[in-house]
């Protein structure tokens, strides 16, 4: 008995050895290969062959929506939040891609400008599909905006089955022309070592369009923390405050849509007493005279601690626009699809340039 006893002591005490050994080791290569976004980058760009014209009309339609990589459609939960799954089977993955390419391939009708978030290019999680270049595939006339923000060579977690290799970030298309190439800009937050080395470097992505009134519109692409019980983003939202201030007031038109990770102003999320991570825009981050444009009425996120139940999944609204005062909200609708191909429903927004 004692010898047995003294034999699994070895093994749990090797098993820890190599546990340990294993999450050094993911940590040394995550600080040699960590990706380090300067706080101001040219976003990589994608040019169709047909030529582009400038914005040649006042009424413009958006649509936004976070892709969750094709990975976390209604069949899925996700082990960082309370679940299991890693990663899709590719099945699945497969299903939530074309369902996502169908979806664009809808919106080429009426859409000017289109905002994504969490779109991969080369990572495991996806099977290493360019959903990229699939996208700008499916739309043909628009050009493309790629701003890298998650290029982690190996994610450790979960310990059983890591995520691996990461390399994703945020894409907007678009018909017109712009004015000048658009810019990725680095949030200067992040989580602590070494949880920040395998996180995503938080971004928003600026770009700028030439109008006949001698003016410029100035389309934002955000895409804020998560999981960061609110701290990294509220320093986000006061370095981003300034960029939005500072164009109006050259006269320009404003307009910020994405994946905030915060309520807006003017929600009531379902459940006061929830555990989802809600907390609202900061009451002091635009002027009363800027409007939010959300549909309260239709989800835009879920929780993935279990595959998604309607009417039983907890849901709220974090993806939405800011629009600045010289803008007329026409429009703006939650469009529901039961979150089958991802967490996240898309958002269609119609305005008005004054």
């Not at 940590?27 to 040699?32: F, K, R």
């Not at 495991?124 to 996208?135: G, I, P």
């Not at 692409?221 to 320093?235: E, I």
Request: glycine content about 8%; overall charge neutral; aromatic content about 14%.
């Amino acid at each position: 008995m004692k010898k047995k006893m003294i034999f699994l002591v070895k093994i749990i005490l090797t098993l820890l050895v190599l546990f340990g050994l294993y999450v050094l080791g993911a940590i040394l290569y995550a600080q040699y290969s960590d990706y380090k976004p300067n706080p101001e980058e040219l976003a990589e760009v994608i040019i169709p062959a047909q030529q582009l014209s400038t914005v040649d009309k006042d009424t413009l339609v958006f649509y936004d929506w976070n892709i969750g990589y094709c990975g976390l459609g209604k069949e899925s939960d996700f082990f960082y939040d309370g679940g299991k799954m890693v990663r899709p089977t590719k099945a699945l993955s497969d299903k939530n891609l074309n369902g996502f390419l169908e979806t664009l391939k809808a919106w080429k009708a009426d859409a000017d400008f289109i905002n994504i978030q969490e779109i991969d290019r080369a990572s495991r999680r996806s099977y290493q599909v360019d959903q990229l270049q699939k996208a700008f595939a499916e739309l043909g006339t628009y050009k493309t905006a790629f701003g890298k923000n998650y290029d982690v060579r190996f994610v450790p977690m979960p310990f059983l089955e890591p995520m691996g290799k990461v390399l994703g970030g945020i894409a907007s298309f678009y018909k017109y022309q712009d004015a000048e190439p658009p810019v990725k800009y680095a949030f200067p937050s992040n989580f602590s070592w070494p949880k920040g080395l395998f996180f995503l470097d938080r971004c928003f992505m600026k770009m700028r369009f030439n109008l006949k009134n001698g003016k410029q519109l100035i389309l934002i692409n955000t895409h804020n923390s998560a999981y960061d019980g609110g701290a990294l983003k509220k320093q986000e939202m006061k370095y981003f405050k300034k960029f939005i201030v500072e164009e109006y007031a050259k006269g320009n038109y404003v307009i910020v849509g994405g994946d905030w990770n915060q309520i807006p102003p003017g929600y009531a999320p379902l459940d006061k007493n929830s555990n989802y991570e809600e907390m609202p825009v900061p009451a002091d981050f635009a002027d009363a005279d800027w409007k939010f444009a959300f549909d309260g009425t239709t989800p835009t996120n879920r929780k993935v601690d279990k595959p998604y139940v309607a009417g039983e999944t907890y849901t709220t609204v974090i993806d939405f626009y800011l629009l600045s005062p010289n803008i007329e909200l026409l429009e703006v609708k939650g469009l529901a699809n039961g979150f089958e191909y991802s967490d996240h429903q898309p958002v269609r927004m119609v305005c008005k340039l004054k």
